[in-house]
């Protein structure tokens, strides 16, 4: 049986054999500790109504499909889909900021547009495949993000999805112990530029970003596949440019597209300006009116502890603790020290993954908090434990919420962020 039609017949995917809607699919997906095979039967028995499976050994009926490789056949499961819809294809990637810029620019787009675009974050190589297969005819638009912490995965994911538009948000230091250094994140990161320029229409392209101008010409990105934006005043007409008017706690921002755009966004942080102004461009690209792509951006609000602020019982609380590297970290704390307020803490955890470069760049977050004096500063993890610095440090965000319950604070602005394996959400029930 060709499973594309046997999927055109149970459209509903499922790699989860506790989740299994009827009339479902399920496919048997391998992990490193388990092997979904032996689920196939229970998946069967929940609702799905085949298995897609790779050992023959576990089919015993004409409900399991044997294929050589579960992974790859839901990849070009999904290739197959992708090719047969109409939708044009926004692929998104880049080291900081690629969801909250997904996310603002869904919220554009959906204004006018039938879309679909990336939930959560189903943006690796069994999420990006399960996103397109759920595109329909009815949908115009869609955004796919594309995440990496290897080199190779971009490639991967962009010969899936086949982007006919591509933006980077931007490249930093993220992933390192991954990419194996910066150059490796600018090239693996430079592989949307690479598909665009071979097969697709475009890329959204921040002017002033001199590692993106320098990624974009090297992957042979001609002049006329650019549609610049930029956080820098330009003599170019065609490009849409923005300034920051307002940053205390919430970014307000002007935006010129021909006619002066004013926004009033619900993101806290100067270095939300980028991914707020690559929204407002994709959106006039796309044909919106300026009324359209302001509604969109100041109707959305954060979630998922990316630039929020939460105000509790006793503070108030920046919390972007969905994840952190040495750029964004830098980012968040050059930002806070800008915010007028008189009572300022920061509560920060490990930045992950980041090898031999991991000491070093967290010496050189505890020598850049060192310069601001803030009020009070708390650090939390191994890595942080390893470097020199006089700030109190915890082991775990127990042992600092044990801390606080002995040494409340009271009318503080908290900045809180970390790498998500630090769990720092869970601190907040304690502030």
């Known amino acids: 049986m060709d499973l594309y039609d046997l999927f055109l017949q149970y459209p509903i995917i499922t790699t989860d054999s506790r989740t299994c809607p009827e009339g479902s699919l399920f496919f048997a997906l391998k992990g490193d500790k388990f092997n979904a095979n032996a689920f196939a039967a229970d998946a069967l028995d929940r609702g799905c109504s085949y298995a897609i499976i790779d050992d023959a050994s576990y089919a015993i009926n004409d409900h399991y499909i044997v294929v050589p490789d579960v992974l790859k056949s839901l990849q070009d499961l999904a290739l197959r889909h992708r090719q047969s819809m109409k939708a044009k294809i926004i692929g998104i990637t880049g080291s900081n900021g690629k969801t909250t810029t997904k996310e603002l620019i869904a919220s554009v787009l959906k204004e006018h547009y039938d879309i679909l675009y990336t939930q959560g974050n189903l943006n690796n190589h069994i999420g990006v495949p399960l996103t397109l297969l759920q595109l329909r005819p009815h949908h115009q638009l869609a955004i796919i993000e594309m995440g990496a912490n290897h080199p190779g995965e971009i490639k991967l994911l962009s010969s899936i999805a086949e982007p006919d538009f591509g933006i980077i948000t931007n490249v930093g230091k993220a992933h390192l112990e991954g990419f194996g250094s910066f150059e490796g994140v600018k090239n693996t990161k430079a592989e949307l530029y690479s598909f665009i320029a071979d097969k697709g229409i475009g890329i959204f392209i921040h002017q002033a970003n001199a590692h993106l101008m320098e ?165 939390i993890g191994q890595e942080f434990s390893e470097i020199t610095t006089d700030f109190p440090r915890f082991g775990t965000v127990n042992e600092l919420a044990e801390y606080l319950q002995g040494n409340p604070l009271r009318d503080c602005l908290i900045l809180i962020k970390g790498s998500r394996g630090i769990h720092l959400e869970k601190i907040i029930p304690f502030v």
Not at 267 to 278: C, M, Q, R, T
Not at 355 to 363: A, C, I, L
């Open 215 to 379: 990624m974009a010409g090297k992957a042979g990105i001609d002049k006329d596949k650019r549609i610049y934006y930029s956080m820098t005043p330009t003599d170019d007409p065609a490009c849409v440019s923005g300034n920051i008017t307002g940053n205390d706690p919430l970014l307000t921002m002007e935006c010129l597209t021909g006619d002066v755009l004013e926004l009033k966004t619900q993101l806290i942080g100067s270095y939300n300006a980028e991914n707020v102004l690559a929204a407002v461009t994709i959106g006039q690209f796309f044909g919106l009116t300026n009324a359209q792509i302001k509604k969109g951006i100041e109707s959305y609000t954060p979630t998922n502890n990316r630039s929020q602020l939460t105000l509790t019982a006793s503070n108030r609380l920046v919390v972007d603790a969905y994840n952190a590297n040495p750029s964004s970290m830098q980012a968040a704390i050059q930002n806070f020290s800008r915010i007028q307020d008189s009572n300022k803490v920061l509560i920060l955890g490990d930045m992950l993954e980041l090898g031999t470069d991991s000491k070093q760049e967290h010496q050189a977050v505890a020598n850049l908090l060192a310069e601001k004096k803030f009020n009070q500063v708390f650090l």
